[in-house]
């Protein structure tokens, strides 16, 4: 396997396990960052806010879980959409 | 470290975006020079390592969270001002998608970790690599101090732009408009909890994605 190949690997194996990220603070009773409070913006609403489906928080620590990790993989192919595009731009041939 | 709108002030939100307006435009003429088009994928890589090890909140005492953010490492691989185009595409991702992070403060977040972070963290490991070779211990060290340095510097210029708010943005009767917490909180609150744990989280991720394309790749290491 190529090494492109096996980074790509690691980071989906990194956005199976993102929800560490949520269990973890959750049974710490951790909340948000400091300073990353919730005055929120009515400039822009994001789609998906907190990595999460709106109104399904309710429904548990697995249903959060599962967002989370849907994010984790719609987030990693923006960036690859919008990097490709980029790449267009930015990239020479050799 | 993603600072939300409502905590700076649209001038300090602006002022951060005319900042990082002429580094974006350097930026992506050096990459359009150097960059290969076997780069892109490396390119989205590290963007899409930057955007998902962010998710990974780490709690402390105290009830608060914080996370490692991949870029000193991203700025290892690509270099600075590749690493400075991938962290903005993860930072821009992150606020329009998610909300993690504002949009007036965009500019701000990006000028803490996809400018003053990987420059901070490519520098302290170029200077302590030195001539070292790519699959030397020495480079994991680097690596690994970078890190620590990296996102610390991130962290202070962050509390400094959430505490000068209180003293320049305030109504007439004194009420704070944004940041209501001062230099006093702010930045040993941030400073603090990051030299005492996250800056050591970002330090062992880089050193050990280091560790890992020593043995792998270490033609990546030659940049």
Partial sequence: MKTTQKLWLGVLILAILSPLGLILPYYFKAGKAWGEGDRTSCLWRAPLPDYSFKGWEKNGLGVSSFAYIVSAVIGIIAIICVVLLIGKFLSRKD | ?223
């Fill in chain 2, 1 to 223: 470290m993603h600072i939300p709108d409502g905590y700076l002030s649209p001038q300090t939100g602006g002022l951060f975006y005319v900042v990082m307006l002429p580094i974006w435009i350097i930026a992506s003429k050096i990459v359009k020079k150097n960059l290969k088009i076997r780069q892109v994928p490396l390119l989205a890589i590290g963007a899409a390592f930057s955007f998902v090890i962010m998710m990974f909140n780490v709690p402390i005492p105290g009830g608060s969270t914080g996370h490692a953010t991949g870029a000193v490492l991203v700025a290892i691989l690509l270099g600075p001002w590749a690493a400075c185009i991938a962290i903005t595409i993860a930072l821009v991702i992150q606020a329009l998608l998610f909300g993690d992070g504002g949009i007036i403060a965009l500019g701000a977040n990006c000028f803490n970790m996809a400018f003053l972070e990987v420059f901070a963290g490519y520098y302290v490991y170029r200077i302590i690599s030195a001539r070292s070779s790519a699959a030397s211990i020495r480079r994991i060290w680097a690596s690994f101090f970078a890190g620590y340095v990296g996102l610390n510097l991130a962290a202070v210029s962050t509390a400094i732009m959430f505490g000068v708010q209180p003293l320049l943005f305030k109504t007439t009767d004194g009420q704070a408009l944004y940041c209501p917490y001062g230099l006093n909180v702010a930045v040993p609150i941030m400073v603090g909890e990051h030299l005492l744990i996250f800056g050591w989280v970002e330090a062992i991720v880089t050193a050990l994605v280091i560790k890992y394309l020593q043995k792998q790749d270490p033609d990546l290491l030659n940049i």
